[in-house]
């Protein structure tokens, strides 16, 4: 290799099952110039990546320019397809930092990290002030097409997600989610009973609430998407709407004083499940906007309602099928709000008609 042109980059060697490998610091301007993807149209098993998620960049984009002063992202890991010579420094006692010269000629392959490519490159677009700033990049030499592939499967396979409950604790950007974790911190029966890294709870969880849920039921109650702002009222409505409904649910007053269990909380009722604690959400936004100074009087009518999972008329195929499981989707979640609404004698809108009378024909008539 002519080492008078080629890429040269200050770099510390590793080794990894008997392979070197080499992290170097890239200026975010060189990421999209050095890495290509593997063109959509070749066929999935002639790729060593999966095609691009296009519907991704905008999100990871945002977050970078909105965040300049404090985004993060993890490294990028690429192999080369060429020559490279990794060139230790004398000066290094463990000759194990130096200089990595990679052939003009060859080619980067995103093993790890398309994604955030992408959205750098978009990034620098909109702030070409982060051109300077870098990423670590971790490259491994000469990798081809079957082993690219093998060390994608190896890093996606074993790679753990984060939960939405730990997403949600660990925010301190998101605006409904520090609001979420004050309200939960601040009302005693949620502080104690809210779990905050699972998403859903096991029967013999000594817990009631995930806070993904609570996080979910606020987007609802507040008729707001994950990111937006909200008002100073909007804030003390959600937190006095929260504090309503825990005085007048009864089985949750019983767990707070230990007269129920958690557990048997979530086996006999339905409102020890995410479907009840999300269908909240949704009406109270429509008792706030029907209701403006009267909508804890609704709230407090609850506190007479049958939550238990044998009151089938109610719950059957809204909260739960016909096998007794809970369900929770977009559906149940309405339908739960629907039946809510009809026992406390609040008018459906036009849109909850139409789907209570496509899944409960002639269902007006349960009102």
């Not at 194990?96 to 490159?121: C, P, T, V, W, Y």
């Not at 969880?205 to 993904?212: C, G, H, R």
């Not at 609570?214 to 504090?243: H, R, V």
Request: glycine letters at 4%; charged letters at 25%; aromatic letters at 10%.
């Amino acid at each position: 290799m002519d080492t008078s042109f080629c890429y040269s980059f200050p770099a510390l060697r590793g080794k990894q099952a008997g392979k070197e490998y080499y992290v170097v610091m890239c200026p975010l301007r060189l990421i999209p110039r050095l890495f290509l993807f593997n063109e959509e149209e070749i066929p999935a098993q002639f790729r060593a990546q999966r095609i691009l998620n296009k519907a991704r960049i905008p999100e990871l984009t945002n977050y970078i320019v909105e965040n300049k002063e404090d985004y993060v992202f993890s490294s990028i890991t690429a192999s080369i397809d060429g020559e490279a010579i990794f060139e230790p420094y004398q000066s290094s006692p463990s000759h194990d930092i130096g200089q990595l010269k990679i052939s003009m000629d060859a080619r980067f392959l995103i093993n790890d990290g398309q994604h955030r490519r992408a959205a750098i490159e978009e990034a620098l677009k909109i702030a070409p002030e982060l051109s300077d700033e870098s990423i670590s990049v971790v490259f491994y030499k000469d990798v081809d097409l079957k082993h690219a592939q093998q060390m994608f499967s190896d890093l996606n396979r074993h790679a753990v997600n984060t939960t939405s409950s730990i997403g949600i604790l660990y925010d301190h950007r998101d605006e409904i989610a520090m609001l979420t974790k004050d309200i939960v911190s601040s009302i005693p029966l949620l502080q104690r009973y809210t779990d905050t890294e699972k998403v859903s709870l096991s029967k013999n969880s000594p817990k009631v609430f995930a806070l993904n849920h609570i996080f979910n039921a606020n987007l609802k109650l507040l008729g707001k998407s994950k990111g937006e702002s909200f008002q100073p009222e909007e804030e003390q409505f959600a937190k006095d709407f929260w504090i309503s409904v825990c005085k007048a649910i009864p089985e949750w007053k019983m767990v707070l004083a230990k007269e129920l269990s958690p557990r048997d909380l979530r086996t006999h009722y339905i409102n020890g499940h995410g479907v009840f604690i999300e269908a909240l959400g949704v009406l109270g936004n429509d008792l706030k906007q029907r209701y403006p100074k009267d909508w804890k009087k609704y709230v407090e009518k609850l506190e007479k309602l049958d939550w238990s999972r044998t009151n089938t008329s109610d719950w059957l195929d809204r909260a739960f099928n016909n096998t007794g499981r809970i369900q929770k989707n977009n559906n149940t979640v309405l339908l739960t709000t629907i039946r809510m609404k009809q026992l406390l004698n609040v008018p459906l809108s036009n849109n909850e008609i139409a789907l209570e009378e496509k899944f409960f024909p002639g269902g007006a008539s349960r009102e």
